[in-house]
């Protein structure tokens, strides 16, 4: 896989990582990038043009995530099945399958409509869609909830408060990219 081109060159250097950490509900984050125009649109490409052939390209020069986060259980953002179904594959997985983690697809979520389609007063009521497989033993583990992109947070923290209440030892979350626009405006 690492020798297949995923983005010519000059839209390789285009991705600009910026790792920023950051504090969300109670927990440690980090973020790869910022989200920009340019990684909105490769996210457009991944996920409405099922471009999955991309998907590799924003991690895989970043292999070492491995390593920051050893005995982790890796738990991936939850899609529709109805969306998934359409495409043919998750975006989160395919993004974060090239760091080599044994990810767990075990949120289920019961809301059809995409994100991106909603309001921001609507996201926030996203928590009401999202579960976690009863079966799924948290119980004094360390564990990474990983998304493509977190703009309002709502999706991360149901994530964080369902693995909360099944005991996890530590939370920590990583996402692709993070608007900042929120921050920004809770700032003024």
């Known amino acids: 896989m690492m020798n297949e081109v995923h983005l010519c060159q000059k839209c390789f250097e285009k991705l600009n990582p910026v790792?920023?950490?950051?504090?969300?509900?109670?927990?440690?984050?980090?973020?790869?990038?910022?989200?920009?125009?340019?990684?909105?649109?490769l996210i457009y490409q991944l996920k409405t043009n099922m471009d999955v052939a991309l998907a590799p390209a924003f991690l895989e020069r970043y292999l070492h995530l491995k390593y920051l986060y050893l005995n982790y259980v890796v738990l991936i953002a939850?899609?529709?099945i109805s969306h998934t179904n359409?495409?043919?594959?998750k975006p989160v997985e395919e993004i974060f399958k090239?760091?080599?983690?044994n990810l767990l697809d075990c949120f289920v979520k019961s809301l059809s409509t995409k994100q991106v389609e909603l309001r921001s007063e609507e996201r926030k009521e996203?928590?009401?869609y999202i579960s976690l497989n009863e079966d799924v033993n948290l119980r004094g583990k360390k564990v990474l909830l990983v998304d493509d992109i977190m703009?309002?947070?709502?999706?991360?923290e149901a994530m964080v408060d369902l693995v909360r209440k099944r005991?996890?030892?530590?939370?920590?979350?990583?996402?692709l990219a993070k608007n900042e626009l929120k921050e920004e405006m809770e700032k003024t």
């Open 19 to 41: 790792f920023k950490r950051f504090r969300f509900a109670g927990c440690k984050g980090l973020a790869i990038y910022h989200y920009d125009d340019y990684i909105r649109s």
């Open 126 to 128: 996203v928590k009401k």
């Open 151 to 156: 703009t309002t947070g709502s999706t991360i």
């Open 86 to 89: 359409e495409r043919g594959f």
């Open 78 to 80: 939850p899609s529709h």
């Open 167 to 175: 005991g996890a030892k530590k939370i920590e979350i990583l996402v």
């Open 98 to 101: 090239v760091i080599g983690w």
